[in-house]
């Protein structure tokens, strides 16, 4: 007669075998959008195991970004930070290229701008493609009593490039690593634009999509972070994304619920949001998605582009929410 440890040996055979059979139906490496159903319905009914996301470190990262002042383009604040982001980066183990390039901007002000690119497991093929914003908005113009002054931006820009930072140091210093490629990028000059000015904002990616730090670059996908950080955060499906790649949001969705997070990703799709996902699709055909913080009837949060976007507004329940689903998504990927 069969033990019950021999039965359930044999439903894991079973089980990896239908694995097997569905990952036999993957065609190229790249670009998931417009096949592979089953994989993706697979892998996001299971949860594997993954470094713990330190919100307390996550948290420090923005505050040492603010520290440095407003990383508003042609300031001192900006040179040091981008010093001091490809320093940690370097220290955890990633390979980092600085891309130096310059942007003019919506009012014609040349701007002083760095992409900076840290790569782990450059051998692999297969890659997952990480980015955030580094960079602050010059004014707080949504903010009716300084629309001209300068902000923190703890939440529009230290808050992704932090929670990348962290899931950074956790692949560094575990002994757990994913099997896929990663590659970060911390896109400069993302908020330097004037709404209503066709593709004003973003300058950095789209300087990068037209210009990758390697010209054969590609991805299986992507995700960008933006305002990943604040205490009330939702995300929402957001529409661009939904477009060209719905199989990685509604895999990032299911994931995050698995963990516990469903409040913070809710399912409601919203409309397109301008940002870096738009023209890294537009100029490589990499499928990308936005983890934005956008409210389905109030859209962006009260603090957005206000002196508010300060150390105040940040959540580290948020920021765990965000970055135990991406380092569960990304240790998934096989
Ligand atoms: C616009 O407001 C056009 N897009 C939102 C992108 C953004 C600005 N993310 C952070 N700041
Ligand atoms: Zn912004």
């Not at 130096?100 to 497991?121: H, M, P, Q």
């Amino acid at each position: 007669m069969k033990t019950r440890k021999s039965f359930c040996f044999h439903i894991t055979l079973i089980a990896s075998y239908m694995l097997i059979l569905a990952s036999s139906c993957t065609q190229e490496k790249n670009n998931p959008s417009q096949n592979n159903t089953e994989i993706t319905e697979t892998s996001s009914t299971t949860l594997v195991a993954t470094p713990d996301f330190n919100a307390d470190s996550a948290y420090q990262y923005i505050a040492k970004q603010i520290s440095f002042g407003p990383r508003v383009p042609n300031t001192a604040s900006h040179v040091q930070c981008a010093d001091y982001l490809a320093r940690q980066m370097k220290k955890y183990g990633a390979t980092v290229i600085e891309q130096d390039f310059t942007a003019t901007a919506y009012d014609g002000t040349v701007l002083r701008a760095k992409n900076i690119i840290s790569s782990y497991n450059l051998a692999a093929n297969k890659r997952i493609l990480l980015a955030a914003h580094w960079d602050t908005r010059p004014f707080s113009d949504e903010d009716p009593k300084a629309p001209q002054k300068k902000f923190d931006g703890a939440n529009d820009g230290a808050s992704g490039v932090a929670v990348l930072m962290e899931i950074a140091r956790c692949i560094n210093a575990s002994n757990m690593k994913p099997v896929v490629g990663i590659d970060m990028i911390f896109f400069d000059v993302e908020d330097y634009g004037m709404p209503n000015v066709q593709d004003s904002y973003c300058l950095g990616s789209q300087y990068w999509g037209k210009n990758k730090h390697t010209p054969q670059y590609s991805a299986y996908y992507g995700i960008l972070l933006d305002m990943v950080g604040a205490k009330g955060a939702v995300f929402s499906k957001e529409y661009q994304s939904m477009m060209v790649a719905p199989s990685i949001v509604n895999l990032v969705w299911s994931k995050a619920a698995m963990l516990g997070y469903d409040k913070y990703f809710i399912n409601q799709t919203v409309s397109s949001i301008t940002d870096d996902h738009v023209y890294v699709t537009r100029y490589t055909n990499i499928p990308m998605i936005d983890i934005i913080e956008y409210h389905p009837n109030k859209g962006f949060g009260s603090y957005w582009h206000t002196q508010a976007d300060n150390l105040q507004v940040i959540d580290k329940a948020t920021l765990k929410a965000v970055g135990q689903t991406l380092l569960q998504v990304i240790y998934s990927e096989k």
